[in-house]
């Protein structure tokens, strides 16, 4: 409890700290011993937010990358030396993540995980592939990180583009015939239905496409539009709320076809403005502990050290730190192009939703979306849509 | 039927010699071309040393050898690939030794380009070099794409411990293939595109073991794969063509892709169509519905009735893989009639067919509501076999294998009995043609013909052994000449 406390400390004075996984629980020998046969150590970058509106949730970032570290070396280090974190504040603006990185990359680290704020982990990632440092971006979304074609950057999110699959995977398990793709007016929202909409219409699919105001939906507007389609499968690319609220009124109406929404109603407010018209709803979501069978174990130990449950961002860097150690096991040595190299073809590496591969342009070639369905007026696992 | 010396192939392959060693000169300095390949030489680019096995021993009939050519291997299949940019095909081929890649600027002398070998294709935890082995190749001829679908018993696996999947091998530059991803899937002996090959349906082995398969299941069905996206191919977790074998899920070996776009799949329990586009009447459903490659509409089909009296519970109704004639032919309705391989691994005299059958009364789900109480089964139109025909081996492995149409003119594979042309213009008397054969002898590789291809006028023998046998097809064409040769899906 002590050492948590002490990267609480951290967290609200946002300096940089080099933390022993191993010590940031308990000592060695109380977990058997392992530290005592590791010569050397072998340092770890971790970047998340500390400060501010996200610090809550950099500090889970930071826990889940402290387990990985305790249990890699528990389990001998790697390379037979031990594994330490150099935690830093990125924040979430471009500046405080470019500041972050090279503070980072300043410490010769093997490679650094983390980065949860979408912009500054775009100038966190620029600024260690700068040094040819390996970034392994746990929690931001992928799709600029991707976009910006830097050869030691790894986002471990999927895109827009996968969730979009995800959702056209998934009306195929569920035989949709006829489909109403519903956004708001968000640009995430419309190009997540665009592409969801050309999809669905390359499969020969009927399908249409309507679009509302961002803050005031029309959502009788929209229940018309699903009556007259006849559609069978509803999608909705919008915001939690108006979902909720979307969901009740087709219900309402007398819609008795699949409805779905994106990740963005992955939220209390969906279910709340819901109510009962959420039951059996599905949603498209990112992968997260609660949803993950595979992760029950994981969380408990979690519990156990931290006191409380984990969130997505504790698992996303743990599977991180584990799959960068993973590249330097493989590459047996920390020279950053070698553990570069190493990344892209991870042996038998696995996290918890399923075989960890990245394609050529560094996007997660299995994603980790997965549908969950409300049942009993909570979000419960559907299909992990894998079959590895 | 016509018997001739092979003095003509002999002088091809000369020819050919040639044209390799001057291909072989200019590998050496060959650096890889960004828009194309040099014009100034013989194949628009250059070649690399390949091995030309003369058939001395060869009996044809009808039948003219042009060319071998060896490349990696012996091979279970081939494909083909037209390139606008350089105004000529290149031919893939894929067997135990990986895959090779010829230039075709000269049909008739293949000259090889380039290959990935085994060894390069090994993963984790393989334990040896032998790619098993890509029967029924498909291709994405407009992303130039090669798919190799990988048997679980490749490199050292085996059914139950092997790892089956596909390579996905980007040819556009065909002298220089690259491997984009290996993509694991629960199966693996075949893969046939589906729908422009946006899709992937990858079928069998026949076992009771294979990862991700429910153990209910005597054989490996269909598996679904969008591939509109190669950098992120995704596998349904939902099978294809279940309860095929008189309701019992079984092993499919073999998709066919007709004219009219339907995909046939072949297996234990016999032949049936599916629609994968459009909007068509479900006779199961029982209702008109849009059919997809991950849910598609039941089309036709079945099997027919076991005709070899020393058949085994599996091999009476193994139906290897087929071609749905979609013209009419002689009496029969356009569209009726189904060619089949019924493979049978036994004594050549009783070994596998050619066999033809009737899809009529197969049109309303018939083929889908089979059981063994009451079987339903496709009229046997005729069977063939090249028992006792001239240029016939009476021992060996003797078996029908694959095939492809041009008019009514069928060229098949026959293991060690060699390629077979059958005219089948009467559909009730199929009647041998043609046929070439190589037995074994000083210096000569016996042949085992895998796959035969009708391909621009010429004959490309996939064979286990020997490579690929260029041949041409000497006796008269009957029917309308195809433009497009169907077999897993029709030439683009």
């Not at chain 2, 050496?28 to 690399?48: K, R």
């Not at chain 2, 490199?155 to 139950?160: E, H, K, N, P």
């Amino acid at each position: 409890m002590r050492r948590r406390g002490a990267v609480r400390v951290l967290a609200l004075g946002a300096a940089a700290l080099v933390v022993s996984g191993l010590l940031a629980a308990c000592s060695a020998s109380d977990e058997g011993g392992g530290a005592a046969r590791l010569r050397g150590e072998i340092t770890f970058g971790v970047l998340a937010p500390l400060s501010g509106d996200m610090a809550e949730r950099g500090q889970d970032l930071v826990d889940g990358a402290q387990l990985a570290a305790a249990e890699l070396n528990d389990q001998g280090g790697v390379l037979g030396r031990q594994v330490k974190l150099a935690v830093e504040d990125g924040g979430c603006a471009p500046a405080t993540g470019e500041q972050g990185a090279t503070r980072l990359a300043a410490k010769s680290v093997a490679g650094v995980v983390g980065g949860l704020c979408e912009n500054a982990a775009v100038a966190a990632a620029n600024a260690v592939a700068a040094e040819g440092t390996p970034f392994l971006v746990s929690s931001a979304r992928a799709d600029r990180l991707i976009e910006a074609g830097l050869p030691s950057v790894f986002p471990m999110e999927g895109t827009v583009y996968q969730e979009a699959l995800a959702a056209v995977h998934w009306m195929g398990y569920r035989s949709a015939q006829r489909v109403v793709v519903l956004a708001d007016g968000s640009p995430a929202s419309q190009r997540l239905s665009g592409l969801v909409t050309d999809r669905v219409k390359a499969d020969g699919l009927t399908v249409s496409r309507q679009s509302a105001e961002a803050n005031r939906p029309d959502l009788a507007g929209l229940v018309s539009t699903v009556t007259a389609a006849k559609a069978d499968f509803v999608y909705w690319t919008g915001a939690a709320e108006p979902g909720g609220r979307l969901v009740s009124a087709l219900r309402q109406a007398g819609y008795t076809g699949y409805f779905m929404a994106s990740s963005e109603s992955d939220s209390p407010e969906f279910l709340q403005a819901a109510g009962a018209a959420a039951e059996d709803a599905f949603l498209t979501t990112a992968a997260g502990p609660r949803l993950l069978p595979a992760a029950a174990d994981w969380a408990a130990r979690f519990k156990d050290r931290f006191r409380r449950d984990p969130g997505r961002d504790a698992m996303q860097a743990y599977d991180a730190l584990r799959a960068m150690a993973q590249a330097v096991r493989q590459a047996a040595d920390t020279a950053p192009s070698k553990v570069v190299d190493n990344l892209p073809r991870l042996e038998g590496f696995t996290t918890f939703t399923g075989t960890l591969r990245f394609a050529a342009d560094h996007s997660l070639r299995y994603d980790n979306y997965v549908i969950a369905q409300v049942r009993g007026g909570t979000f419960t696992l559907a299909s992990k849509l894998r079959t590895d | 039927m016509r018997t001739k010396p092979l003095v003509a192939g002999a002088v091809a392959l000369a020819t050919a010699v040639v044209v390799q060693l001057y291909g072989a000169g200019a590998a050496s300095a060959y650096e890889p071309p960004d828009s194309g390949p040099s014009d100034n030489s013989a194949h628009g680019g250059p070649a690399i040393d390949d091995v030309h096995n003369v058939p001395t021993t060869a009996v044809a009939g009808n039948v003219t050898f042009i060319d071998n050519v060896r490349g990696v291997s012996g091979y279970s299949a081939l494909n083909f690939i037209n390139y606008d940019k350089y105004g000529y095909d290149f031919m893939f081929a894929n067997g135990t030794g990986g895959l090779a890649v010829w230039s075709l600027k000269d049909p008739e002398h293949p000259a090889l380009v380039s290959k990935i070998t085994a060894a390069e294709l090994r993963l984790p935890g393989d334990t040896q070099d032998r790619f098993w082995e890509g029967e029924n190749m498909t291709v994405d001829p407009k992303r130039k794409l090669v798919f190799l679908i990988r048997d679980p018993r490749g490199f050292g696996g085996t059914v139950s411990t092997g790892q089956s999947g596909v390579y996905i091998v980007d040819v556009k530059n065909p002298w220089k293939p690259e491997i984009v991803t290996f993509h694991p899937i629960p199966a693996g002996h075949t893969a046939t595109c589906i729908n422009d090959c946006k899709y992937l349906w990858s079928v069998g082995p026949a076992n009771t073991g294979t990862p991700g398969q429910d153990p209910s299941w005597k054989g490996v069905p269909v598996r679904v794969t969008d591939i509109h996206d190669i950098k992120h191919p995704y596998t349904f977790d939902q099978a294809v063509d279940l309860g095929r074998h008189d309701g019992v899920t079984d092993y499919v070996h073999s998709v066919d892709v007709d004219k009219d776009g339907i995909a046939w799949a072949s297996g234990e329990g016999g032949v049936r169509g599916y629609w994968t586009e459009g909007n068509h009447y479900d006779p199961v459903q029982k209702r008109n519905r849009v059919a997809t490659a991950y849910d598609p509409v039941p089309y036709a089909g079945g099997t027919v009735v076991a005709t070899n009296p020393e058949g085994t519970a599996f091999f009476d109704f193994f139906d290897h893989n087929a071609y749905h004639n979609t013209e009419k032919v002689g009496a029969f309705d356009k569209g009726e009639l189904l060619y089949i391989t019924n493979e049978n691994i036994t004594t050549c005299s009783r070994a596998g067919e050619f066999k033809i059958a009737s899809l009529k009364g197969s049109y309303d789900g018939e083929g889908w509501r089979s059981t063994p109480e009451d079987p339903f089964r496709l009229e046997l139109i005729s069977h063939w076999s090249p028992w006792g025909k001239e240029g016939s081996a009476t021992t060996g492995s003797c078996s029908a294998h694959w095939f492809t149409v041009n008019g009514n003119i069928v060229a098949q594979g026959w293991y060690g009995q060699g390629t077979r042309f059958i005219d089948v213009s009467d559909p009730r008397n199929p009647t041998q043609v043609g046929y070439f054969r190589v037995p074994s002898g000083q210096g000569v590789t016996g042949g085992s013909a895998s796959a035969v291809y009708w391909h621009n006028g010429l004959v490309y023998v996939a064979d286990y052994s020997r490579g690929v046998d260029v041949l041409r097809f000497d006796g008269k064409l009957a029917g309308a000449p195809d433009e497009k040769i169907c077999w897993n899906s029709c030439d683009k």
